[in-house]
């Protein structure tokens, strides 16, 4: 009767420390998730590309151009002290903006995308294309934002050209593609109207990469949306879902080119109503000139 007591106790009490184990076993999943999730929003990623042109004047050799995109409110530790510093050491010449840096969602805040505005113009000259959530604001609402930031030095690009000067005064074209122009035949006659030869768009959405941006002839493209695809694959450029392109999209992050058009599509740095990214750290993309002769003819 004592022995079969005692096996009892003993079988009660394997059985309480099985289920102490599995509590503490989900408990550190848990942690380690939200760890990993803290970690895949937050940390900031620079990915560098080269590119090579023989295009250009040697002036632009080494010329640097930092893009930064769908920032959707966010605003990072100690004031973006960290993301701004990250900007910083890259030493730009130029820093490019292309859109949603207001987020029209659900968690509308003009105020961190002011505070982004006045810290990025002290690093480089800064230039500014809307992605569709600016649109979604009320009018008076993106007028008066549209007014600040102009005053705090930001060059506001939608559907303007630019000429940016080297050093030497060689020159290439910046043409900005506002989102609601998207599928009109604007591009087409900025890129013909255009100064010179060598041209860089900055254009929201990637996904007429082909049928618009290739086809005005632009040689670069920077461009944004899809945030990656929310969550990826791990160690590939395919995300899950991207807006305007659904599930496993085409375009997720990354260098495509097509015909004699190269576009650099970034991550970017925030969310919008999916709050959670995975297997995607925040981006900045960061783009080198390297210029070589061109081949006689
Ligand atoms: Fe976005």
Redesign the pocket.
């Known amino acids: 009767m004592q022995n079969q007591s005692n096996a009892e106790q003993i079988e009660k009490k394997a059985k309480r420390a099985r289920t102490w184990r599995g509590i503490g076993i989900r408990l550190l999943l848990v942690l380690l998730f939200i760890a990993m999730a803290y970690g895949a929003n937050n940390r900031i990623e620079i990915t560098n590309y080269t590119y090579e042109t023989d295009a250009l004047s040697v002036s632009f050799n080494g010329y640097r151009i930092v893009q930064l995109?769908?920032l959707?409110n966010k605003i990072f530790a100690e004031k973006n002290a960290g993301l701004m510093q990250q900007i910083r050491d890259l030493n730009p010449d130029i820093i490019v903006l292309t859109?949603?840096f207001i987020d029209a969602s659900n968690h509308t805040n003009i105020q961190a995308a002011l505070l982004f505005m006045q810290q990025i113009v002290d690093i480089a000259p800064t230039y500014y294309v809307y992605?569709?959530?600016e649109h979604y604001l009320p009018k008076s609402d993106l007028s008066s934002f549209e007014e600040k930031i102009q005053e705090f030095g930001v060059h506001f690009m939608n559907n303007e050209t630019i000429q940016i000067e080297s050093a030497t005064g060689q020159t290439f074209s910046l043409i900005g593609l506002d989102d609601l122009s998207l599928q009109a035949n604007i591009l087409k006659t900025l890129a013909d109207e255009a100064p010179d030869d060598f041209q860089i768009l900055l254009a929201h959405e990637p996904q007429y990469l082909r049928d618009y941006y290739a086809e005005s002839g632009v040689d670069l493209v920077f461009s944004?949306?899809t945030?990656g695809g929310q969550w990826r694959i791990p160690f590939t450029h395919q995300g899950l879902y991207g807006?305007d392109q659904g599930f496993f999209p085409k375009y997720s992050d990354g260098i495509y080119t097509e015909g004699d058009t190269t576009m650099y599509l970034s991550r970017?740095l925030?969310n919008?109503g999916f709050p959670l990214r995975l297997f995607n750290h925040p981006e900045i993309v960061c783009v080198t000139f390297q210029t070589v002769p061109s081949e006689p003819s």
């Open positions: 995109t769908d959707h859109g949603d992605g569709n959530h944004g949306h945030h807006p970017g925030g919008s």
